[in-house]
């Protein structure tokens, strides 16, 4: 029936085994973006490519009870993403609870995500949501978590949940920032002066948690751009001071090592907002 999800159950499937099922008559009838997502050998072959590239980014739904689907739009910095060459990925630390390559619906005119998450909980909070733009050569993470509750469906096409990922996570193509940083180090921002949004870049030699607060002039807090465990590497967050007066502003990092006891690092630097 249009508009409901049905949910299939099958006893002793070997680890290999798949299915699709498909309505009764032909494919006529169907969703062009349906068809696409059901029948297209070179997605899965692309997602499998990216998979093997990116060793983190494997999943075996075999593994988990439950799951919930997100029909979403992909944007990196409030910039929809409108490319074949997007994937997101959902993970709970380093564990991968899903990943899909973005779809283009003829009928909407726009790239989709149709993600399913798994999870072997009814219930879990703290899962990040992360866009890989193969064209950057970088993955982006979403600031807030997202919460997995089983059998939940969030979006749908003509309403979709947007990720917005706004902190650069890794970068995954050929240059000197694709080496592990060897010390702690806080960048200075970009553009500076900035109006109303800049990049902060930092780099973490080790997994660390991270904390990057920003401050006005009288010490004030304005907000907190960062505040996680990450893995090693180079980040960049962004920061938009749309709802915020001209002036001189500080961001500060705070960064403990996870492997190394005693180990930490602190930083700040200054930037100039003017409208």
């Known amino acids: ?20 099922y498909f309505p009764s008559g032909s494919f006529a009838g169907m969703n062009p973006i349906a068809v696409n997502t059901q029948t297209s050998d070179e997605n899965r072959q692309e997602t ?3 998979t093997t590239a990116l060793s983190d980014w494997k999943i075996n739904p075999h593994a988990f009870e439950s799951n919930m689907t997100i029909t979403s739009i992909l ?25 899909v390559k973005a779809t283009y ?28 733009d193969m064209k ?25 949940q947007v990720v917005n990922a ?9 240059g000197v920032e694709h080496e592990l940083p060897q010390t702690y180090q806080l960048f200075a921002n970009y553009p500076n002066p900035f109006n109303p949004g800049t990049q902060i870049k930092y780099a973490l030699p080790e997994r660390s948690h991270v904390q990057i607060k920003v401050f006005n002039t009288l010490g004030q807090l304005v907000k907190i751009l960062v505040d996680t465990e990450e893995p090693a590497g180079y980040r960049i967050v962004y920061f938009d001071g749309t709802n915020l ?20 690092f602190t930083e700040v630097q200054k930037m100039l907002l003017i409208k």
């Open 136 to 160: 950057r050569g970088e993955i982006w993470e979403m600031a807030d978590s997202i919460a997995f509750k089983a059998d939940a469906v969030l979006g749908t096409m003509s309403s979709p």
């Open 1 to 20: 029936e249009p508009g409901k999800g049905y949910k299939l159950y099958a006893k002793n499937l070997l680890s290999d085994t798949s299915f699709s």
């Open 245 to 264: 007066a001209s002036g001189l502003y500080f961001f500060r990092l705070e960064a403990v090592s996870m492997e190394k006891q005693g180990n930490s």
């Open 48 to 50: 499998s490519n990216v």
């Open 75 to 99: 944007k990196i910095n409030s910039a929809e993403l409108a490319h074949d060459s997007v994937y997101v990925g959902a993970f709970v630390g380093d564990e991968c609870r899903g990943v």
């Open 166 to 174: 706004t902190k650069l996570y890794l970068r995954v193509g050929v």
């Open 105 to 132: 619906s003829r009928r909407y005119g726009r790239w989709y995500a149709f993600l399913m998450l798994y999870s072997n909980m009814v219930e879990e909070d703290n899962i990040r949501l992360r866009v890989y």
